[in-house]
């Protein structure tokens, strides 16, 4: 008797098909409310609200960050050990979730050896083509590698074989890429002594000017203590052998008190310390004092391709690694289809996949040899996005973090068409978006508000498009708005005259910019506009730039740290107390001793989550009781931080703990529309949008005529545009100059004067199309910019 296959179930039945929505219950991570929401799956969802309304925190902080947690669980106890600890969010319950792939705005490659090339794995597939392909043939790979350098060596090995001892020579060669000169950078460097020490004084007098290596500092105690150098001896009165002791001694071991330490010469302790990380991560007084005691030149041996001869030896069809890697992208996809070999097609057919999925991405005007760290936050996040663009996986959930960031509004399509393929695959996408032309592409739309910080939090809206239109949501009243063009312009006072500029993209670029006035220089993705003000612009005396690198800080980071408003009010403190103004700082003499200051205790469970926990002694205020006793203006330390911006504005302002040094930084802080922050609230609690605006009421206190601003809109809310556009008005009407490389229609529409650069990106760049008043532009409608702001503005 034949057994009868077993009848599938209907598909209507299938209670799989049930999970269809990613519930989230009673969420309280960072100030979201105890709020729930269900999300649909296979579907584009974007949530809205203004900056520091809660976004991130739903999207990132909880749905991610769960889906991110489980699937680490699912590793052994003893590979998890390896893995970063993830805490559960603080929510009561997560169902539906899939694996979550995210795509945010961290800049790439905080190391000076990250390329374009080396962070999408395209160098490592051309190094493969050039083993196989390349005449001369060199070997592996690794010939053609700038971080694998040459070496060889011999010498005798003992070998135990059967019971036997036998002695052998042997011998062994790696040829690696790297240009033997500047070590695979790119560039050499030359270190400006008087940088680095005034020569009059000695060791023990403080000689050494670099930063962190203070008396006291193991940095200077391993040269005081090392029996090399006499630490009473003026520099300038060093023997021979003593100055090559103290700048250039190869490491060698030496015993500082009862200490075992390893000493070095002064300049190569600083290549390795300063010069190997990438100039754009430093923190900033690292940074000026890199940018003040070095100067760094291309690589005279390999022209800056950082390759060594060898490698550059080796060509296909007349073409080398380093032209290659040189070329525009688009270009280099344009080669590879000229090379046909069968022994190498898998190898080819992956590359113009990889290639084609840069210029599909709108990526196709930059090149392989481009630092990582260069990119700005939209390039990186579209080149992040460019590994998932051909990827078979479905019901996978998408996290994007704003990703129209860096994009003209004519390259907003182009990335709505590929969040739309990605959904239509079967994914769930998620945006965090304020841009009303990705809102409009969404399914479901998420909107939280009404306010940020503490007044955020709280679902405002849950709905499609239209519903968000009629709500009374912040962002349904800002979703149609439309900037109209400014009438009446300023009077320029003067001009910046920049000639022959040439850097990367740009074509021998002669532009008069306008002083007195608000100016905003526009453009497609990739057309110079950055290579024109950073690049051009002299820096120096009057000129504050801006650009759009992300604040960092730890979890003791707070924005009275940040900003430094922190010690002009421990000073005040210490005065109206009669004490040490160390005792009110958490990091410092006044830190609760059980918690260290930190206001919460952490208890490290290996593999599993780190567990904080309030700490008792303080109750998280971070401060040793006694100190708390210390009051000015009636307030304790911990009471201070706790306050608000807009509180502080008022405290500092008058009365005994009026403190005019602090009272500028929060009304700075104010202005940019922060307000609502309170000063001892970690940098880490954050989002871009308010981290953005806090690095800019930072530079905008410091003196200056000229103001250099790269898109300062990103992150902000529709509502936001508004209040910075208010801001940059007042330093114009005060009389400085502002210029604002800015894609936002708004800022474009509020311009004084605009230069538009293109026509495209990259090679199609480079030169400007047309200078003028925004009316002008839009009768015109003669540049895409023009077109786009045309379409935008109110009739």
């Not at 374009?116 to 597939?125: E, F, Q, S």
């Not at 525009?328 to 289809?337: G, K, T």
């Not at 405290?651 to 802080?669: M, N, S, T, W």
Request: charged share 20%; with cysteine; proline share 4%.
């Amino acid at each position: 008797m034949n057994a009868s296959a077993p009848t599938a179930p209907s598909s209507s039945n299938q209670v799989a098909d049930s999970h269809d929505l990613i519930r989230v219950q009673g969420a309280r991570e960072n100030n979201l409310k105890d709020i729930s929401v269900e999300i649909p799956k296979r579907r584009l969802t974007v949530f809205t609200g203004v900056s520091g309304s809660g976004k991130s925190s739903l999207v990132f902080s909880t749905i991610a960050a769960e889906s991110q947690r489980m699937i680490n669980e699912t590793y052994s106890t003893f590979l998890q050990g390896f893995m970063p600890s993830l805490a559960r969010p603080d929510v009561d319950l997560l169902s539906g979730l899939t694996t979550a792939i995210i795509v945010d705005q961290e800049r790439m490659g905080a190391n000076a050896r990250s390329t374009v090339g080396t962070a999408t794995d395209a160098n490592a597939l051309l190094r493969i083509l050039f083993s196989r392909l390349g005449q001369p043939h060199l070997g592996s790979p690794q010939a053609f590698s700038f971080n694998v350098a040459s070496i060889s060596g011999a010498g005798a090995v003992t070998i135990e074989r059967g019971g036997t001892t036998t002695k052998e020579r042997r011998s062994f060669s790696i040829t690696g890429g790297m240009c033997p000169r500047c070590e695979g950078m790119g560039t050499v460097n030359d270190i400006d002594l008087t940088q680095l020490y005034d020569d009059s004084k000695s060791l023990n007098e403080g000689a050494l000017t670099i930063p962190g290596y203070t008396a006291e500092g193991w940095g200077v105690k391993i040269f005081t203590g090392s029996g090399f150098l006499n630490p009473d001896k003026p520099i300038r009165d060093y023997t021979t052998k003593e100055r090559h002791d103290f700048l250039y001694r190869e490491p060698v071991k030496v015993k500082v008190g009862d200490i075992n330490m390893t000493y070095e010469g002064l300049i190569p302790k600083v290549q390795k310390s300063f010069l190997a990380k990438d100039r754009e991560a430093m923190q900033p007084h690292i940074r000026a004092f890199v940018d003040r005691a070095v100067t760094f030149a291309t690589c005279p041996e390999c022209g800056g391709t950082r390759l060594s001869e060898g490698a550059r030896s080796s060509r296909i069809d007349g073409v080398n690694i380093a032209d290659a890697c040189a070329m525009q992208i688009s270009d280099l996809a344009a080669w590879v289809r000229t090379i046909h070999d069968p022994s190498v097609a898998p190898l080819l057919a992956a590359l113009q996949h990889l290639f084609d999925s840069f210029t599909e991405i709108g990526l196709g005007y930059l090149s392989l040899d481009r630092p990582a760290g260069t990119l700005s936050g939209g390039e990186a996040q579209r080149t992040k996005l460019i590994r998932h663009l051909g990827s078979s996986l479905t019901d996978v959930t998408y996290v994007f973090d704003e990703p129209t960031i860096g994009l003209h509004p004519h390259d907003i399509q182009r990335m709505n068409e590929l969040l739309l393929r990605l959904r239509d695959k079967g994914n769930t996408v998620l945006v965090v978006e304020h841009k009303p032309e990705m809102i409009a592409i969404a399914d479901h739309i998420i909107d939280l508000g009404p306010g940020a910080g503490t007044a955020g939090g709280s679902v405002c809206f849950e709905g499609t498009l239209e519903g968000l239109r009629a709500s009374d949501t912040l962002t349904g009243r800002h979703l149609d708005y439309r900037a109209r063009v400014k009438t009446g312009v300023r009077t320029p006072t003067g001009a910046l005259e920049i000639r022959g500029a040439t850097e990367h993209n740009l074509e021998d670029v002669d532009v008069d910019i306008p002083l007195g006035v608000l100016v905003v220089i526009t453009g497609v993705a990739g057309s110079g506009k950055s290579s024109l003000v950073h690049g051009s612009i002299p820096a120096g005396a009057g000129v504050v730039s801006i650009d759009q690198g992300a604040i960092r800080g730890s979890r003791r980071s707070n924005p009275a740290t940040y900003t430094g408003m922190l010690e002009p009010i421990r000073k005040a403190f210490a005065k109206a107390n009669g004490v040490k103004p160390a005792l009110f700082s958490s990091n410092s003499e006044g830190a609760c001793p059980n918690c260290n200051g930190a206001g919460v205790i952490f208890t490290d469970l290996g593999p599993m989550a780190t567990v904080s926990t309030t700490c008792e002694v303080c109750e998280g205020k971070r401060f040793d009781a006694s100190v708390l006793e210390y009051r000015l203006g009636g307030r304790d330390i911990s009471e201070v931080l706790a306050m608000s911006v807009t509180e502080a504005v008022a405290f500092f302002g008058a009365g005994e703990a009026r403190i005019p040094a602090a009272h500028a930084i929060v009304v700075g802080l104010a202005d940019v529309g922060l307000g609502y922050l309170s000063l001892g609230q970690t940098l880490s609690t954050l989002s871009g949008g308010e981290r953005q605006r806090l690095k800019l009421a930072m530079h905008l206190s410091e003196k200056g005529g000229v103001y250099v601003l790269d898109e300062p809109t990103t992150g902000l809310h529709l509502a936001d545009v508004e209040q910075l556009l208010g801001l940059l008005d007042r330093l114009v009407d005060a009389g400085k100059t502002v210029i604002v490389v800015e894609h936002h229609q708004a800022v474009m529409a509020h311009a004084d004067w605009i230069i538009d650069l293109g026509p495209g990106a990259g090679r199609d760049g480079g030169r400007i199309v047309f200078e003028g008043t925004p009316a002008d532009l839009v009768a015109a409608r003669s540049t895409l910019t023009g077109q786009h702001l045309a379409a935008y503005v109110a009739d």
